[in-house]
């Protein structure tokens, strides 16, 4: 923030030739030299030193030091340096502060001026490991590490769902969404999150690990400083976030051959796997579909993502209802050669798309191959 080490040295130097006085001496009045007479400091605050020396010095005297701003506080005097506590700032401007210092007998008095930048954006680190397609660890590091804070994550699809744009919004739908939890628990706001502190509201460095992520997908961790009283919230500091993406799984090595005989607005879609003997699903996209792909054109790899998550998304409410993974993959999904009969709009054009899918130890199915595709 400032460079004092080599004045220091000198004003050290002035500290230990200097003669002190017993009583005032008017024909040798103190003088006192500080190491600097401007800071200029961040918005996150902090333990500022400010190293001074006393010519003349009388004994037992100490500098007095006073602040015209209540954000900045005296901390500590010592024989040669003075600490300036400067809090964290709360508003999203530069602001200005000084503080005043006197010794006994020295004339005049000494002035130091404190320019603070407006408050810190990134008041909270995120660090995300243990990636996988559908896992992933956050560790959420605070700056301030006293006060209470949200951690969380969500799909960044809700965003683009609700058009929400204004974080502090998003933050009242989401404390809405807490009140009406309570409520149905018989319980105020404040009650509930103490209930789920720590497993959503932190204090300190935290660390939450999240599964049953969508492949393929961005998600929002976030964080925001937070307080509860009855049914009230109090913001601490702004929401701040990061952007995650979850990985696609590895794609296997499975092709599918792909033929069709269309009659009127009948087609009989053949499928034949050619390396895969596991289950596989199949998708049509009509010219109106956002994965219908203009004939010479190729699907991009956000055009696969978005597939991979929209069979994702069916397999998750279906298997929540209760139907277990061997029952959604035999009523969505097919094995081996396949004849598929389908009923298409008349004057419309299709695409076929076929991928292989694969659930590990129970999760929710999802692709494991890139997508064939045919036009219909």
Request: hydrophobic share 35%; net charge negative; charged share 20%.
């Amino acid at each position: 923030m400032k460079q004092f080490a080599i004045f220091v040295v000198a004003l050290m130097a002035t500290i230990f030739v200097g003669c002190t006085n017993n009583d005032f001496d008017p024909n040798n009045p103190p003088k006192m030299e500080l190491d600097t007479y401007e800071l200029n400091v961040d918005g996150g605050g902090g333990d500022i030193p400010i190293f001074y020396a006393v010519r003349n010095a009388i004994k037992g005297a100490q500098p007095e030091v006073i602040s015209t701003a209540n954000w900045v506080k005296i901390k500590e005097i010592t024989s040669s340096t003075i600490v300036l506590s400067i809090a964290p700032s709360d508003i999203n401007e530069e602001r200005f502060a000084s503080v005043t210092i006197k010794y006994q007998g020295m004339e005049p008095d000494l002035r130091v001026s404190i320019l603070q930048d407006k408050q810190l954006l990134n008041k909270f680190r995120f660090e995300c490991t243990d990636l996988t397609y559908n896992s992933c660890t956050v560790k959420y590091f605070p700056t301030d590490k006293s006060i209470p804070y949200m951690a969380n994550i969500i799909d960044a699809e809700y965003f683009k769902q609700t058009g929400t744009t204004d974080m502090n919004v998003f933050i009242e739908a989401e404390m809405n969404n807490y009140r009406s939890i309570a409520e149905r628990n018989q319980m105020t706001l404040e009650e509930l999150m103490g209930r789920v502190s720590p497993q959503l509201i932190y204090t300190g460095d935290a660390e939450r690990s999240f599964a049953g992520m969508k492949h393929g997908s961005q998600y929002v961790v976030y964080s925001y400083g937070v307080t509860f009283k009855g049914n009230e919230y109090s913001l601490l500091t702004p929401m701040h976030q990061t952007m995650v993406e979850i990985p696609m799984p590895e794609m296997l090595d499975a092709s599918f051959g792909i033929t069709s005989q269309i009659s009127g607005t009948m087609a009989n879609i053949t499928i034949t796997p050619k390396n895969w003997d596991g289950y596989y699903n199949v998708q049509i996209a009509p010219d109106y579909s956002m994965y219908y792909i203009t004939p010479g054109s190729n699907p991009s790899e956000g055009l696969f993502k978005s597939l991979a998550s929209y069979f994702y998304d069916n397999a998750r409410k279906t298997m929540a209802n209760g139907t277990s993974v061997e029952q959604f993959l035999k009523a969505n999904c097919y094995k081996g050669n396949k004849q598929i009969n389908v009923t298409l709009e008349a004057d419309r054009k299709y695409m076929v798309y076929v991928f292989a899918v694969a659930s590990e130890d129970g999760a929710i199915p999802v692709m494991r191959s890139t997508p064939n595709y045919a036009y219909l």
